[in-house]
Each structure stands twice: as C-alpha cells, then as structure tokens.
C-alpha cells in the first residue's frame, strides 16, 4: 500500500487586514520557517503592502526609498509609488557588469546558502547621499540582509531615517540590528517553528 504524502502545514497571519496562508518550510530536521514569496502574492497584496508601509513611513519623510535584491524590488516599487516619490534605489546581489565598481556589502541570510554581497551602483549613489533614506524589504529574520543595506546605504552618504519590512520573523534581528532595531515598523509577525510531539511544526516559544 502506497504511503500518504504528508499534510503540508502552514501559518495564517494577518498582514495589516490582509489574510495570509504561509507554507511551513523545513531548514533542518529541527527548525521550520513560514515562507513568504512577495513575488508570488499578486498585484493586490503588493500594492496592499506598499500602501500599509509607506502610511508607517510617510511620518518620517523620506526622500528615496531603497530595497535590497530581490524580494525588497517589489517592496520598494510599490511603497515609492505610494508615497507619491518617483525614483527609488535597488541593492543588487548579482555582479552584473555595470557593477564592477560598486560599492559592496558582505551578507548572511537565513534563506540563503553562503556569503553574499550587496551593491550599489555609483551611479546610484547621488540618489542616496545626504538625503532622507528609508531601507524596506519583504521579511526580516537574522537581521543579516537588513544590517547590510543599512551600513552600504550610509558608506553612500545616506541618512537613514528608517527601515520597514512587511514581516518580522522571530526575534534574532533586535541583536543583529542593535540600536537600528528601533528603526524598524513592520505590518506582522510570524514566529519560527520546532517538532512538537506529535511530529507536526509548532512556533518555538518566544519566537
């Protein structure tokens, strides 16, 4: 008799009036996250999620938005156009050529395999230097990526004012962050996940 596939968990979690199912993604035997893809949400909840943030933002008047490669793309698009800005400032990942010389940033993530880096085109820089920035992305965790784009932004000459993310995961990027913790506003939280006794994933306490 043909074994059943196991009932594939997820967590629901109310983004600012926005209802979200999210798959429960092992990274090890003993440690689940609920995975958020921004990219595959569709145009409202993009829009919905620019539009929550940039009303927490609008406060603190920036003047240019910045979003790390990839998933902080989406986010910045739509919290720019919200704001009623125009331009916004892309941190990428990938060494394309245009890059050779940018300004560079070592990461870690906790959904990524290895070191990474951030980059900044000089061409890009006099869109971040001495104004008011304002850092957003999609999810923050270990605090890794966002730390990163916070210190390559002000290497820039930014003054950054703020940072937004659409999800807080645990309770990690406080550390990471140190005083920029305090920077953050977020539209949700979700926890992180351990086996309970009866093998399904349950939220590890306090996370």
């Known amino acids: 008799m043909d074994e059943q596939p196991a009932r594939r968990q997820t967590w629901s979690v109310d983004v600012a009036g926005f209802a979200l199912d999210l798959p429960i ?12 893809m921004v990219i595959d949400l569709g145009v409202r909840f993009g829009e919905h999620a620019g539009r929550e943030l940039a009303r927490k933002i609008a406060p603190l008047e ?3 938005i910045v979003g790390p490669a990839t998933l902080g ?16 400032v892309v941190l990428q990942k990938s060494p394309k050529l245009h890059l050779a010389d940018a300004l560079e940033q070592k990461l870690t993530s906790i959904t990524s395999k290895g070191e990474q880096r951030l980059l900044l085109d000089r061409e890009a820089i006099p869109l971040v230097a001495g104004r008011r ?3 957003v992305d999609d999810v923050v965790a270990s605090g890794g990526s966002l730390k ?6 002000r290497r820039a000459g930014g003054n950054v004012v703020g ?4 999800l807080t995961e645990a309770q990690d990027w406080r550390t990471m962050l ?3 913790a305090g920077l953050l506003v977020s539209l949700a939280h979700i926890p ?4 309970g006794p009866d093998g399904a994933w349950e939220p590890i306490p306090g996370s």
């Open 192 to 195: 992180q996940f351990a086996p």
């Open 163 to 166: 940072a937004g993310v659409i």
């Open 62 to 64: 920036p003047e240019i």
């Open 133 to 135: 920035v304002v850092v």
């Open 178 to 180: 140190g005083p920029d």
């Open 25 to 36: 993604v092992p990274i090890t035997p003993d440690f689940a996250i609920s995975l958020m």
């Open 73 to 88: 793309i989406p986010v910045a698009i739509e919290t720019t156009r919200s704001l009623g800005l125009d331009q916004y």
């Open 148 to 153: 990163a784009a916070l210190d390559l932004v």
